[in-house]
């Protein structure tokens, strides 16, 4: 009995035992699975084109103007998937064009870049640019509005024009700002305008030539404001007969002129069509004249002629 009872036993360590060592086994392949899925993910090579900004330094950028760049330059960049696209995220490194040393004129640079991760390798695709420096300046100008004075129509008359921007500041290369005459803002009318304009017009530097120049203003655009009102004009007006005492059409009606001058506010000749001129037929049996002073209609300051000869025929007559 006793002997059985310590097979027992033994047999019970023996499976526990074994069981450990399984456990162990089974533990020990789990973490060497993991560990070399790490390592694939790891080397796993990645490899991305991106556009990044071309950052200039070694010059002041407030003395000196700085032409021929491109605002970006493309990178390729290889390396480990993880850090790749960690760097695409990010943008934590920089494209650089170092001017330092460089004073007016063309230049041919090289482009460098900094702050990309060791392990990463690139490529720049533009690895030089062609640039200019030129010395930089800045003037003042006072801005002179201007518009076509034959655009206003006959008989009214443009008060002073205005610009909500009257002076700016010119900046640029030295020669190019020194060839500025003046900054222009130019208010384009419509054919016979007789009404107030407002307009945002851009300004533009010119030279003593009108002739655009190449430099950068302070102000883009300004409001440019022109009063027109009516003034004092000339207007033709037709003739009209108004008969009275008999039936004009049995009369034949003529007049030494067909038209008037009508004289005054434009305004008010606007609403003149025609001058009326009475015509009395009372007691007419043969051909008669009659001399007729014009009424002058209101607002019109005169009338040319101031009256007209009237032929008055009978029908039956002629």
Do not use: C, W
């Not at 330094?57 to 760049?69: C, E, P, Q, R």
């Not at 993880?82 to 482009?111: C, M, P, R």
Request: net charge neutral.
């Amino acid at each position: 009995m006793s002997y059985m009872l310590f097979s027992l036993v033994l047999a019970i360590l023996l499976a526990v035992f074994v069981d450990g060592q399984s456990g162990t086994d089974t533990s020990k392949l789990s973490e060497s699975s993991s560990t070399d899925t790490s390592l694939i993910h790891l080397n796993t090579q990645k490899t991305i084109t991106l556009k990044a900004s071309l950052q200039v330094t070694g010059v002041d950028t407030n003395k000196y103007l700085i032409s021929g760049l491109p605002d970006t330059v493309e990178i390729e960049i290889k390396g480990p998937a993880a850090i790749v696209v960690a760097a695409e995220n990010t943008h934590n490194f920089q494209v650089i064009a170092n001017l330092k040393g460089l004073s007016d004129g063309e230049h041919k640079v090289n482009l460098e870049v900094k702050g990309l991760n060791k392990d990463l390798t690139y490529t720049l695709k533009t690895k030089a640019v062609n640039l200019s420096i030129y010395q930089k300046s800045s003037a003042y100008f006072k801005v002179t509005p201007q518009y076509n004075t034959d655009a206003i129509a006959e008989g009214y008359e443009a008060g002073d024009i205005t610009t909500s921007v009257s002076e700016v500041t010119v900046s640029g290369r030295t020669t190019a700002v020194n060839q500025v005459a003046q900054v222009v803002a130019t208010l384009d009318l419509s054919r016979n305008t007789k009404a107030d304009v407002s307009k945002s017009v851009p300004l533009q530097a010119v030279d003593a030539n009108g002739n655009p120049v190449d430099v950068t203003l302070s102000e883009a655009s300004t409001t440019l404001t022109l009063p027109v009102q009516a003034g004092v004009g000339t207007k033709s007006a037709a003739v009209k007969f108004v008969t009275s005492n008999g039936d004009a059409a049995n009369f034949t009606i003529t007049a030494n002129v067909n038209t008037v001058t009508l004289t005054g506010n434009m305004d008010k000749l606007a609403k003149v069509s025609q001058i009326s001129v009475p015509v009395n037929l009372k007691n007419i049996t043969a051909k008669t004249t009659q001399k007729v002073t014009l009424s002058v209609p209101d607002g019109v300051n005169k009338l040319s002629p101031t009256s007209i000869t009237v032929t008055i025929t009978p029908k039956e007559a002629e």
